[in-house]
């Protein structure tokens, strides 16, 4: 017998973040999310989704009132698809598969009554940008916002009946790797051009920076399948709230005279200081913090963006700026390895982008989808 709870006061919501804590307390390689950080996923006030959507939370627990599973399930109108699509997130689950197909169930139902057809998970109630998708290859610490999860939650899934929408694939690569011939001859060749130039993204020009990322990220990407329009007030919004953790030797900027011509946007891995907060940030974990950003070396940077405005592509200028910087980073910051944000399969594009910056696959992740209709042809996610 599994007893279902909703999660509505705040003994409730302690247990849904202190139950994967327990969870994988013997799991090497699993860094808690600051609880900060997932709650506020659920909190009206601090994000928009409720304005288009709405979410639930529950907790699972045995005939001995020991918790076993846990979920989030959602509906957003934003998210249109060719069904009407719901989201679940934020699952945790017992090796057990009749305790996850009890949860899934509950999913279903839940969805179902809310005139949904399908579920996509593990999925959150916001952007793609964080915790989405299942890990089901390369289980080694996870990015700041990354989920993770044990090996066996693939087959949770798969036996219930979920199918892979689309694959996410993560890029790594060394620092101090030789980098490809073909950079340093491009880097040679642009190198000469008096009208080009690189400087690194500083804290004490943040507007003149946001401007000129709106304004390369709008050219360069905005047109790539569901690309969006950034607004100048809301780059900046959101490099200002970056600044405690902007590194300024390794984000860097490329112009043709003054004229923004392409960028390349990383930050320190923060998961490699907040793994030693245990979830809390508290007065004491942030002195804690400052004291391991400033003592504790940080080798792992986390590539945000990478951009080059339309009329430079296919002309090297990337190898010109990656190895511009890279010289740069090398001399001046600890970092040895650099992590791409995840790429989805269906975007060979930016798939070979990445792939021409010399880097290797290291982990997968996958975002699932369930058709309630199970007679329904089921279809991945478009190319783009």
């Known amino acids: 017998m599994i007893i279902v709870e909703e999660v509505q006061n705040e003994n409730h919501k302690r247990e849904f973040l202190e139950f994967p804590a327990r969870l994988y307390q013997h799991d090497e390689n699993y860094i808690r999310p600051l609880d900060k950080d997932i709650e506020e996923f659920f909190d009206p006030e601090k994000n928009k ?27 957003n109108t934003l998210y249109q698809q060719a069904q009407p699509t719901g989201g679940i997130g934020f699952f945790d689950c017992i090796n057990d598969q009749e305790t996850a197909d009890f949860i899934f169930d509950q999913c279903k139902n839940w969805l ?51 199918c892979i929408y689309f694959e996410q694939l993560c890029f790594s690569r060394p620092i101090f790797a030789e980098v490809s011939r073909v950079f340093t001859l491009m880097h040679t060749k642009h190198k000469r051009n008096p009208a080009i130039s690189a400087i690194p993204m500083t804290k004490n020009r943040l507007g003149k920076f946001a401007k ?23 780059t900046l919004k959101m490099f200002r709230m970056m600044k405690p953790i902007i590194n300024e030797h390794i984000s860097w900027f490329v112009y043709e005279n003054d004229k923004p011509v392409a960028m390349w946007m990383n930050i320190p891995d923060l998961n490699q200081w907040f793994k030693y907060l245990n979830g809390k940030f508290g007065l004491w974990e942030k002195l804690k913090l400052l004291w391991f950003k400033r003592f504790k070396k940080n080798e792992k940077m986390v590539g945000l963006v990478f951009g080059v405005v339309p009329e430079w592509q ?25 992590e791409l944000q995840w790429i989805g399969d269906f975007n060979p594009k930016m798939i070979k982008i990445a792939e ?12 699932y989808r369930y058709l309630f209709d199970r007679n329904k042809e089921f279809k991945r996610h478009p190319e783009l």
């Open 49 to 75: 989704f409720f304005r288009s959507g709405e979410c639930t939370r529950f907790l699972f627990r045995n005939k001995q009132h020991q918790t076993v599973g846990k979920v989030a399930v959602f509906v």
């Open 314 to 338: 296919k002309k090297g200028l990337e190898g010109y700026m990656i190895w511009e910087g890279t010289q740069h980073l090398r001399k001046h910051t600890d970092f040895k390895v650099t």
């Open 212 to 234: 000129d990322f709106t304004e390369i990220y709008n050219k360069a990407w905005a047109s790539h399948g569901e690309g969006k329009q950034m607004e100048e007030a809301k």
């Open 112 to 162: 179902q009554q809310r005139g949904m057809e399908a579920m996509d998970g593990p999925i959150n109630f916001g952007e793609r940008d964080k915790f989405w998708g299942l890990l089901i290859d390369g289980f080694i610490e996870p990015l700041f916002g990354m989920n993770y999860n044990f090996p066996y939650y693939k087959d949770l899934f798969e036996q219930y009946g979920f």
């Open 356 to 367: 021409s910056l010399d880097t290797t696959v290291t982990r997968k992740l996958a975002t």
